[in-house]
């Protein structure tokens, strides 16, 4: 089935620090979506890459997708408190399956 | 409000008994997922309907069976034969892909499930 990793598994960063989270396929992407998931709480969807080195900002996060569309990374600049839970990427197969694959998730917890 | 819920929010049962968890949906949506999230841990695709009377196999269906009679409801009855059921389980649902473009999922709050 769809392999999908993400590291690093856990981050702790000083309030104001930059973050990363990357995403890495086994196969080729048609897209790939990311999620945020605050502690206690379901996820919730951020935004959609599709096409091959497309990068998208949202305020002080940076979403970027591989020029092979293999790999993606969310960056985050300055980094605050309410950034604080579990960065998902999820990704499907060809166009017609509606299977979506959750990665394996990147906690971030800031220290104030 | 339109949204997904999930019902009941805590469920406890004994080991040995099969339970059902309740997704109602009201967006309208063709499909409809179940995840499994154990503490600390991703979320892993048990079921998927992409359409009413149809489903398939996640990552992680044995021990779990569901049901699409409506298009509102996709309910998950885990089973004795799983072995590790408890967990907190997460149902979504979202619109059907017609490009290249996926419609972002939907997340009911979640039931967490607890079997002794």
Known sequence: GQQVMQIPQYQHVQEGEDFTT??????TLSNIQWYKQRPGGHPVFLIQLVKSGEVKKQKRLTFQFG???????LHITATQTTDVGTYFCAVTPNFGNEKLTFGTGTRLTIIP | DGGITQSPKYLFRKEGQNVTLSCEQNLNHDAMYWYRQDPGQGLRLIYYSQIVNDFQKGDIAEGYSVSREKKESFPLT??????????FYLCASRERRTSSYNSPLHFGNGTRLTVT
């Open chain 1, 22 to 27: 990357y995403c890495n396929s086994s196969t």
């Open chain 2, 78 to 87: 885990v089973t004795s034969a799983q072995k590790n059921p408890t967990a």
């Open chain 1, 67 to 73: 020029e092979a569309k293999k790999n993606s990374s």
